[in-house]
């Protein structure tokens, strides 16, 4: 069954600093994913998706995707606590487009 | 931005009875989904649907139904709820392959 791996578990990052989050898909037909942010108690909001490879930025938030090997990863800089959140990764299941696997999610905790 | 609006916002349940969850949306969305969450989990699939009048078994459809009476409306029901069901449940909407998915608030469901 396709898996979509997130690491690691939890990651605790000072107030400026850089956060570094990573996401592999099973699924050799994966060619995008998702990324989704969650606040304790609330519900997931999509962060950014990246559809090709290479490089994509908004603002604090930088994502990496390298298709060859269905690795991306989020990358945080400046952090603020306000980045304190859950962060889940999604991929599309095989050969069905419209159902996202998401991983179990990279807690991230930010220390002022 | 997409409104897709869960009920009830919390629920206590006894084991073995019934209980049903509803989802409403008003973004014209074709794509419905359920997704449950254990605590400080990702999410898992559950049942999805397509077009009004049809669903299909996501990843762990046991001890689950669906139900989808026209595009707005979506529900989970669970003939016989067990305590393995507690959980975060997230109903989600989007309009097709590749596009982001709008989450509702969810509802905490808790059984005894």
């Known amino acids: ?112 | 931005e997409a409104a897709v609006t869960q009920s009830p916002r919390s629920k206590v349940a006894v084991t073995g009875g019934k209980v049903t969850l509803s989802c409403h949306q008003t973004n014209n969305h074709d794509y419905m989904y359920w997704y449950r969450q254990d605590t400080g989990h990702g999410l898992r699939l559950i049942h999805y649907s397509y077009v009004a009048d049809s669903t299909e078994k996501g990843d762990i459809p046991d001890g689950y139904k669906a139900s989808r009476p026209s595009q707005e409306n979506f529900s989970l029901i669970l003939e016989l709820a067990s305590l393995s069901q507690t959980a975060v449940y997230f109903c989600a909407s989007n309009s097709g392959t590749n596009e982001r998915l709008f989450f509702g608030h969810g509802t905490k469901l808790s059984v005894l």
């Open chain 1, 1 to 112: 069954q396709q898996k979509v791996q997130q690491s690691p578990e939890s990651l605790i990052v000072p107030e400026g600093g850089m956060a570094s989050l990573n996401c592999t898909s099973s699924d050799r037909n994966v060619d995008y994913f998702w990324w989704y942010r969650q606040h304790s108690g609330k519900s997931p909001k999509m962060l950014m998706s990246i559809f090709s490879n290479g490089e994509k930025e908004e603002g604090r938030f930088t994502v990496h995707l390298n298709k060859a090997s269905l690795h991306t990863s989020l990358h945080i800089r400046d952090s603020q606590p306000s980045d304190s959140a859950l962060y889940l990764c999604a991929a599309p299941m095989n050969y069905n487009q419209g159902k996202l696997i998401f991983g179990q999610g990279t807690k991230l905790s930010i220390k002022p």
